[in-house]
């Protein structure tokens, strides 16, 4: 089996130990990688502080077309991409061939973002003693970014990471999932054939007990952390004076209302509360139904669940596959274990196979069950009653969590009141919360995180403003 190289200030490189990469549905070995040393990854996060002035100062056609050449080239080689996310994650080719087509509009937006990004001028003679004055307001990066990325979106989360970076001239040194790093060496293969100066990027797949490291070196002073909560805020609180972006997990809630189209709803939320095997930062976990409906809902979801295509993630047919590892798959299955024995009911699903969890619905959970206040990230949904709108609204709020909700509902008050009083980065009108495009403005609130991705709201998240004063102009 061919060894991956890493990516070394834009260079292939090999290091003195590798790694083995397996396909969570059958343990198979997908793949070998290169491990950096101690010494490359100094030599990376040192390209990358050495060439900070430079990337800022590159010209917007440089890195426009940088951009929009990997988008290409992901379009390009979309099938392989696919497979290879497929092998190494576990996620049903249906979901990867998604994921590879949304690289593609990512890396394209952040094209078209940069081609757009400019200053702006504000007049200040506003006042007599500003006669003659105009601002120039322009964004300036804040120097390099460390990106560390997650498992689940092994293509695409690294994409909203790099990409913007590269947009607004930002060195950016990636750090992927150590289970799934093959697909952020790949687009490392593609960024090199750019012509991106040395030390602009560098992909390093270590273990995360090294990247503290990483996180704490003053050449780094932004940190881009997608994960879990904990892990996040831990990093928050070991570099308070860096400028930290984190896009954390989520308990997202989907709320039917008694007006809304239920057979759509239960279609929608079948899927995607078991897309991905449920391990999206959005996926459908809870499900909260108004009374008048709840059994007419039901009726329709149970069907829906039962009738989704789990297995071979390989297969054009599978619609679930595995989780990422069985060890994730075991806490799944206790956490469900230990929502029953407090009293919950499974309506479908409940067992585990290896990696694999059966799409699972739970009903009369208590509050305080993990599979209800915590981020479950599997196939496991809990469905609630809500005796009127008031109360469905108040139960999206009751969490720690605040990333996207999904309303079902025909009526325009119900919408604008969702957007009113939902606590939650995004609020999804007639869908399920796991909607999202790649350009908008995407995050939460309270334990879901801090700042936003989408192109352009990312841009702004890794620079700062800049004002230069003219003065004695004749305006």
Known sequence: MDVRTFWLAGRPATGDTELTVTNPHD??????????????VEEAVAAAHAVARE???????????????????IAERADEIAQL????????ILWARGEAARAVATFRFAAEEARRWSGGVQRLDTEPAATGRLAYVSRVPYGPVLAITPFNFPLNLVAHKVAPAIAVGAPVVVKPAPATPLSALLLGELLAETDLPPGMFSVLPIENERASGLVQDPR???????????????IADQVPRK??????????????????????????????????????????QRVIVEQPVYDAFVERLLPAVSGLVTGDPADEKTQVGPLVSEAAADRVEQWVQEAVAAGARVLAGGTREGAAIAPTVLTDVPSDAKVASEEVFGPVMIVQRAASIDEAYAMVNDSQYGLQAGVFTRSLDAAFRANRELEVGGVIIGDVPSYRADQMPYGG???????????HSAMEDLTYEKVMVLTGLTL
């Open 55 to 73: 990337a800022a100062a590159l010209p917007v056609h440089v890195r426009a077309e940088a951009l929009a050449h990997v988008s290409r080239r």
């Open 243 to 284: 400028h930290v972006t984190l896009e954390l997990g989520g308990n997202a809630a989907a709320v039917v209302l008694a007006d809304a189209d239920l057979d759509w709803a239960a279609q929608r939320i079948a899927l995607y509360s078991n897309y991905q095997a449920g391990q999206s930062c959005i996926a459908v």
């Open 27 to 40: 343990g198979r070995a997908v793949g070998r990688h290169s491990v950096p040393t101690e010494a490359q």
């Open 445 to 455: 609130v309270k334990d879901s995180g801090i700042g936003r991705e989408g192109l």
């Open 85 to 92: 996310i497929t092998a190494e994650n576990g996620k049903p």
């Open 220 to 234: 780094l002073p932004v940190v881009s952390f997608t994960g879990s909560a904990p892990v996040g805020y831990a």
